[in-house]
């Protein structure tokens, strides 16, 4: 049962890792939406210039907290 767990665990890993990089290629596909004010889980500070319009969900920001700001994290 042990071997079940480990696969299974590296298995919901990969899907994360996958769905991570989903959503940098998002980002990097909308320049624009940096410009929008979002705090960087990473370094804790604040990016972004413009107040976001009503509605918008993602901040330019992962659920694992890469911003373009820090591409290299």
Do not use: F, I, K
Not at 37 to 55: F, K, V
Request: charged share 25%.
């Amino acid at each position: 049962m042990t071997m079940l767990r480990q696969a299974w665990a590296r298995v919901r890993e990969v899907v994360a890792e996958q769905a991570e990089s989903q959503e940098r290629l998002v980002l990097v596909n909308r320049p624009w939406a940096e410009e929008y004010l979002h705090w960087s889980p990473r370094d804790g500070t604040l990016h972004g210039e413009l107040m976001p319009p009503p509605g918008w969900r993602r901040y330019s920001v992962t659920r694992g907290g890469w911003c373009q700001h820090g591409r290299n994290w």
